[in-house]
Nanobody
Framework: QLQLVESGGGLVQPGGSLRLSCAASGVTLDADVIGWFRQVPGKEREGVSCISRSDGSTHYADSVKGRFTISRDDAKNTVYLQMNSLKPEDTAVYYC????????????????????WGQGTQVTVSS
């Protein structure tokens, strides 16, 4: 069983930066894709970014392109989401998620392909 733990959320002013971390433990070798989703009350969970463990491919939602960067440290089993130039509309609970098996289908993976989720970390962008 793969466990995911997010950290790094908090309150930041517009234009500021935060770095989220997702630490994976358990059966990590087959976790081929790690992604970040976010959700605000009353709305569906929205894909933000993802990264492939096998070839390093990345994907970003249009709303965060040029501002967010996803990266991974395989030695630490950790994926990071560097968020710069934050806007109030980035306020949400951010969830780390993983495709816990070898994955070679459509890119980026559809929501239903993700099978492990962290508990989320709150990001609030406000002055």
């Amino acid at each position: 069983q793969l466990q995911l733990v997010e950290s790094g959320g908090g309150l930041v002013q517009p234009g500021g930066s935060l770095r989220l971390s997702c630490a994976a433990s358990g059966v990590t070798l087959d976790a081929d894709v790690i992604g970040w989703f976010r959700q605000v009350p009353g709305k569906e969970r929205e894909g933000v970014s993802c990264i492939s463990r096998s070839d390093g491919s990345t994907h970003y939602a249009d709303s965060v392109k040029g501002r967010f960067t996803i990266s991974r440290d395989d030695a630490k089993n950790t994926v990071y989401l560097q968020m710069n130039s934050l806007k109030p509309e980035d306020t949400a609970v951010y969830y780390c998620t993983a495709v816990g098996r070898r994955y070679s289908s459509v890119w980026p993976p559809l929501f239903g392909e993700y099978d492990s989720w962290g508990q989320g970390t709150q990001v609030t962008v406000s002055s």
